[in-house]
């Protein structure tokens, strides 16, 4: 688990990298919790080679914590088998999910402000 | 009513034993994952969505097992025709409950919805004082008992 | 994970092969009707609801598997704790499927009707090409692990 | 299986007795084709053991058949663990059921003529 500031005081990266299940959880379950105060949390999924609902649960509930607050979690980098499971689940409509990192933190800076409110 | 013997048990079965160390999900999808490639050859080798929805399921069964069901202990393969049965055994009498209707957004009720939507078939069963969870997928699609499951991919 | 054995198989089991012969519904019935004698006691016998109800959806889910289900194969007995558990095997694919809503004067889809109401549980896993349906009813009510089965009645 | 005529030329008894299930179906099969003239079908159940749903809908079957010319087929003698088969189905509230066999006579030849439509 690797986390950076996005570029912008009030945005962090954190970069998933392996497989995330029940049993290895716990890195990005502190993470989440290390960055709550983030205004945007930008969850780059490049390196992550599988995702259950353990991680997708995790997401999900930062999600909210971040929006109750005005602020929001976003997607990036989802591959196949990972992108799979936010795709059953419906979750890639619930999440603003960008190609990679980089058109993740473009976005940010340009088309719209930080701490902007995902409807 | 006797005098028939009972057909054989599926062609082929794997068991193992489920143990309190972390690491045991993962090592549950690797041992499918090798089981799969193992019999079913190129169709059973990930990025074949079958195989990839296998591990997937595997994980939410294993996890809810862990998570919900007392103790865990088997993971259980079987094969037949084109297809993996997969089962898997906690000391839990609670059994599976989807809950209702699912929503996206909602960080809980995924594992079952997975199961449902990928799977199929699914189900559970009475097992000592617990039960066991399964779920089946097609792996190779339309093998009739005469193909052979070498060819593909 | 291996190392810590697999718990065994419920504490009894009776594997009967089922043959073409007519009367094999009854003789599954008396298979059944003794095996909850011998196992339960006097909690075990007739007259008793739980027994009474066993028997009839024995004799649903073999009639089910000779009128429905290909070349039924087997039926299997199990006692756990309190509990009879019980599976009849086919070779048909095809899975049970309650009609739509039940409709007391149609005269059709009271087998599975019975079996949702009378059973405490109900369900089928894939075995070979075929299946097993199977159903689970109490027999003593609360028996824990500990209470010995041959007091009641 | 015994078959006898119920007392009225249009009246019909046939006495279940046993274990009636799919391997045993085949005489009551015959006997209600038989008597599917008669305006009115009794069919006592006293000396019935076991029912299953085979039984239930072979009588089912038959009500529908006799229903459709205006007749019925009543029962009688419903004795656990027969009866709860029909009370389960709520087959007890779709047939006329009688104490007895006596009790479904006196009832034909009293309170209502023959040929009555059951609602
Ligand atoms: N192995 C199990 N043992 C007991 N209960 C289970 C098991 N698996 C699932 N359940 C029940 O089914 C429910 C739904 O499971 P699931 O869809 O995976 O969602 P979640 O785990 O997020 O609750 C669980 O909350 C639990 O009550
Ligand atoms: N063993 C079985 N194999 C295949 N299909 C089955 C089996 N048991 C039940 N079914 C299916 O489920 C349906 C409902 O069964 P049931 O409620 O017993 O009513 P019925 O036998 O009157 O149709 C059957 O019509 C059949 O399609």
Same sequence: chains 1, 4.
Avoid at chain 2, 34 to 45: D, V
Wanted: with cysteine.
């Amino acid at each position: 688990m690797e986390s950076r500031p996005g570029g912008r005081s009030d945005t962090a990266v954190l970069l998933l990298k392996g497989e995330l299940d029940h049993d290895t959880a716990a890195p990005l379950r502190s993470a989440l919790r290390r960055n709550a105060e983030a205004t945007r949390l930008v969850v780059d999924c490049a390196g992550l080679r599988f995702c259950d609902s353990t991680g997708l649960n995790l997401l999900l509930r930062a999600r909210l914590r971040h929006l109750a607050r005005g602020g929001s979690v976003d997607l990036s980098g989802l591959r196949s088998p990972v992108a799979r499971v936010f795709e059953v689940t419906g979750a890639l409509l619930i999440f603003r999910v960008y190609e990679d990192v980089e058109a993740a933190l473009d976005d940010g800076m340009t088309t719209s402000g930080p701490g902007r409110r995902i409807p | 009513m006797t005098g028939r013997p009972v057909p054989p048990a599926p062609s082929r079965t794997r068991r193992y034993a489920l143990g309190e160390t972390a690491g045991a999900v993962r090592e549950c999808r690797d041992l499918t994952r090798q089981a799969l490639r193992e019999w079913f050859g190129p169709a059973g080798t990930p990025g074949h969505v079958a195989v990839d929805d296998a591990l997937l399921l595997v994980s939410e069964l294993v996890t809810n097992a862990y998570t919900h069901g007392g103790v865990p202990y088997e993971l259980c393969l079987d094969r037949t025709d084109g297809r993996l049965w997969v089962q898997v055994s906690d000391t839990s009498p609670e059994r599976p409950r989807p809950h209702g209707r699912h929503r996206a957004g909602r960080p809980s009720g995924h594992g079952l919805y997975l199961l449902e939507r990928l799977s199929a078939a699914w189900g559970w069963l009475p097992r000592g004082e617990g039960k066991a969870v399964w779920f089946e997928v097609v792996v190779i699609p339309g093998l009739g008992d005469d193909d052979r499951p070498t060819v593909e991919g």
